[in-house]
C-alpha cells in the first residue's frame, strides 16, 4: 500500500480545501463539510493522480483540482443517494437528511455540484467538461436503473452490469481519462483508461458483492450477508436465481420467514450449488487480469506502479 | 406585448427541443419533459435573447443555447424547490414529487442541472461558466436563507432584500449579462446589465408581494391574500411588522384563529395604516424606474425596444 499511501498524502491539504470551506448561511455549507470529512478511501481521487503519473511526475494545479471536483462529485451523490435510498448511516454516522433534514440534504446537495463545476471551470478545460457531463448523465440513469431493480423481480445479469458501469464504473472510468488527459496522454490512451477504469469499476463491484456474502468479516469490516437479507439483486443472486426452477425459487422465498442465520446459511449454499459463488468470483478476477493487462499494454512516460496497486487493491480489497 | 410575443415565437422551436428529450430509462427523463410542458411566461430566456439583441439582430447558435441553458436551470429550481417547500402544485398541476415521487424528482432535478451544464458548455465560453456558477451559488445560499426566514418572527427589510436579491433577482441578471456578452458587449456594459437584472428581480418581487395583498384577482390570476394567511415574511410583511408595537403585533397573531376574510382584512388595513402598502409599492417603482433609467444610459449598436418591453411588463405584472 506504499504507493496508494504516498497519493493519499499528495491529496492531503486539497482534501483539508474542500472540507474547510468558507461560506454562509452556514447550514448549507456544513452537511458539505461533514460528508467530506467523514472519510472514505479518496481512491477516486487517487484514481486522478495515479492516471497522472502515468505521463508526468511534476503536479499541477489543475491535476489537484480535478481530484477534488472527483471527490465533491462522489460525495454529491452520496448526500442524494441516501436521501432516495433511506439509508440513515454512511460511514458509520448519520447521513446529512438525518443529522439535518431532506430540504438541507437536496440543498446541499445542489450546491455541492455547482462547486464540482467551479473546480472543473477553473481548469478550463472544455473537453473535460464533456467527459464529465457524459459521465455525470451516465451516473443519473444508473441511479434510475438501480431504483427501478428493486421493484422487478428478476434482473438480467447484462441489466445488471449496465447498470453497474453507469453507477460506478462510468466514474472510475472519467478519473483516469481526464487525469491521463491533464497528464498530456493523447486521445486514443486517454480512451484506454477510461476503457481500463470501466474494468476496474465493474470487478470491483463484483468482488463487493461476492465478499458480502462469502468474505471474512474481519477483513471486510462489515456484516456478512447483508445483500443477502435484502435480496439485493447483485450479480451474484441474478446468477443464482437463473439456475433455479420454481420449486426452488419459491423455497428461497419461504426461507424469509426464518432467523437470519438460517436464510445466510441457505443463500450461500445455493449460490455455491448452482455455480454462481464460483462463477462470480471468475468474473470478478477475469476483468482484473483485463485490468492488469491493458495497463501493460499502454505505452508511457511515467510511473505504472501507482495505478497497478490501485488495481491489485481495488481487486482484493485490501485496503 | 409584441415585442415579447416575438422574442417567445424566436424561443418556440428551442424550447420544444428542450422537453421532446430522448433518453432511458424514461423515468428519468419524463419528470425533465412534464416540469417544462407546464407553460410559464419563458421570461428568462426571452430576457437572454433581449439583451443580445442590444447589441446583434442576428441569432447565433450559441444564444439558444443560453436561452435554454437558463430556462432549464430555472426549471431546476423549480423541481428541487417543491420538494423542500412541500408544494403539491405547480402552475396548476401537480408538481413532479407529487406526480412521481421525492427519489424521481431529486434524480430527475440532478440531470436536468447536468444538463444545463451540457449546453452551456456547448456554448464553450469559460467566462459565462464562470458566472453562472456564481450566481447558482448565491442562489442555493438564497433559497437557504428563504427556508430559515420562515423560522424566525422577525426579518429585517435588508435581509429580506439580499434574500430575494439572491433567490430570484441574480438568475435574471445572469440571463442579462451572458446574453449581452454572446451578443458582443464589452465587459463594462455587460456588467451594467447584470445590475440592471438585479433592479429587475428586486422590483419584480416587490411588485408581486404588493399585488398578492392588493392586487385584483382576475388581473393576478391567482387568489388575493395568499401570502397574509401563511404569514409569509415578505417586504410588505415585515415593514409593517417594523412599525407595529407588542400590543399591536400580539393582536394580528390572535387574528389568525378567526375566518380567513377577516384575516386578511385586518392585515390589509394594518398593512395600509402602518404606510408599508404605500412605501412597497413605491419602492417597487423606484426599481423600475432605475430599470428603464440605466437601459437608457446604456450604449447599444441594437435594439432596446425588447428589454424595455420586458421591464414596463415585469413591472406592472401585465402578462
Redesign the interface.
Known amino acids: 500500500m506504499n504507493k496508494l499511501k504516498e497519493l493519499i498524502n499528495d491529496l492531503a491539504p486539497h482534501v483539508e480545501d474542500i472540507i474547510n470551506q468558507p461560506?454562509?448561511?452556514r447550514?448549507?455549507y456544513e452537511p458539505i463539510s461533514y460528508i467530506l470529512s467523514l472519510g472514505g478511501k479518496r481512491i477516486r481521487p487517487a484514481m486522478v493522480l495515479a492516471a497522472y503519473r502515468l505521463y508526468s511526475d511534476s503536479y499541477s494545479l489543475e491535476i489537484f483540482k480535478l481530484a477534488q471536483a472527483v471527490e465533491m462529485f462522489h460525495n454529491f451523490t452520496l448526500m442524494?443517494d441516501d436521501?432516495?435510498d433511506n439509508s440513515p448511516l454512511r460511514r458509520g454516522q448519520d447521513t446529512v437528511h438525518i443529522k439535518w433534514d431532506?430540504?438541507?440534504a437536496?440543498?446541499s446537495?445542489?450546491?455541492l455540484?455547482?462547486?464540482v463545476?467551479?473546480k472543473l471551470?477553473e481548469i478550463?478545460n472544455?473537453e473535460i467538461?464533456?467527459l464529465f457531463?457524459s459521465m455525470?448523465?451516465e451516473l443519473?440513469?444508473g441511479?434510475?436503473?438501480d431504483?427501478?431493480f428493486e421493484t422487478i423481480d428478476e434482473v438480467s445479469n447484462d441489466s445488471y452490469l449496465d447498470m453497474t458501469r453507469q453507477k460506478t464504473a462510468v466514474l472510475l472510468g472519467f478519473s483516469l481519462q481526464a487525469g491521463a488527459l491533464l497528464g498530456g496522454a493523447n486521445a486514443t490512451d486517454a480512451e484506454k483508461l477510461y476503457d481500463l477504469g470501466i474494468s476496474i469499476g465493474l470487478g470491483f463491484q463484483l468482488m463487493d458483492d461476492y465478499l458480502d456474502s462469502f468474505g471474512e468479516k474481519a477483513k471486510v469490516g462489515k456484516r456478512i450477508g447483508g445483500d443477502i437479507l435484502e435480496k439485493k439483486k447483485t450479480y451474484l443472486w441474478n446468477e443464482m436465481w437463473s439456475h433455479l426452477d420454481e420449486g426452488a425459487r419459491q423455497e428461497i422465498n419461504e426461507l424469509y420467514t426464518q432467523p437470519e442465520s438460517m436464510i445466510i446459511a441457505s443463500v450461500t449454499a445455493s449460490m455455491d450449488d448452482t455455480g454462481a459463488k464460483e462463477y462470480t468470483l471468475e468474473l470478478a478476477q477475469q476483468y482484473t487480469r483485463k485490468s492488469l493487462n491493458a495497463l501493460n499494454h499502454i505505452n508511457v512516460s511515467g510511473d505504472k506502479t501507482y495505478l497497478q496497486e490501485i488495481v491489485e487493491i481495488l481487486a482484493g480489497r485490501e485496503s
Open positions: 461560506g454562509s448561511p447550514t448549507v442524494h436521501i432516495m431532506d430540504a438541507t437536496i440543498l446537495g445542489d450546491l455540484q455547482i462547486e463545476y467551479e471551470t478550463g472544455i467538461l464533456q457531463n455525470a448523465r443519473c440513469e441511479q434510475m436503473n431504483m427501478q
